[in-house]
């Protein structure tokens, strides 16, 4: 009796970027969890792309030189009241 | 309702303190660090001059990087609908750093692709994300870089959720296909002989 909870590899890797981004379902996002408690190859991968994804999230801050810094501060004291 | 010299304070506190996101998520999105000064100078404007229609001031984050991005994408979204059929026809959808870096034949030990990472500099990483196609490069911004939900980015994109995704995965492929090729320049990804891999 085939038991639907249970995954192979290439189904799990096909879940894989949804699950990291939080979208699928909770019965998939179950099925590919215990997948990967199981499956060491698939683990890695999916700690790999966690990885580069966090590292990818620590492009969406830039300090700002002090120059556009001023160009903010001095634009925002001259807006009209 | 009008506002006075304290709500300029309060704007203008809020804003200093979120100029490195907006200026990080408007440098992802525009590809340019020029164009990005310019659009967090518009954005910031914009959002004073709808600060009365603000009625949850803790709302202030998310709604200001709205602004920005609605900003970005005012007369784009027509091409983002529909852009060039070479860009769709792109197969790199495909393509793993992951499984690349676990080719038999290259001489790894350790986690290499780990290895990697650490030793990914941050100019290396923007680079690939820069040399993106815009169609690409705007909704991996969205999704990995400002952790945006499918259906929040299609709602801004004003595409369907499928194109969402599927634009997403070619994106992440084609990022991973740039990183691996500096990966490869860099001496990371070699044969036994000593030869540098050269692969699609």
Known sequence: ?81 | MSLDAADRGWFAGQVLGLLPELLGTARRLTGSSADAEDLVAEAVARAWINLDTLHQRDRFRGWTFRILTNLFLEGRRAEMAHPTESLLDDVSEQFSLFERFHQPFLLWWGDPEREFLDRLFREDLERAVDALPDCYRVVVTLADIKDLAYKEIAELLGLPIGTVRSRLARGRGLLQKALWEHAVDAGLGRTPSGTRTNLP
């Open chain 1, 1 to 81: 009796m085939s038991d639907a909870s249970i995954i192979t590899c290439e189904e799990a890797l096909s879940l894989l970027a949804e699950y990291l981004d939080g979208e699928l379902e909770q019965v998939e996002h179950a099925t590919l969890e215990r997948h990967l408690a199981i499956c060491r190859g698939c683990f890695s991968r999916a700690e790999f792309e966690r990885l580069l994804r966090k590292r990818l999230a620590s492009l969406g801050s830039e300090p700002p030189s002090p120059v556009f810094a001023d160009r903010i501060r001095s634009m925002v004291e001259r807006f009209t009241l």
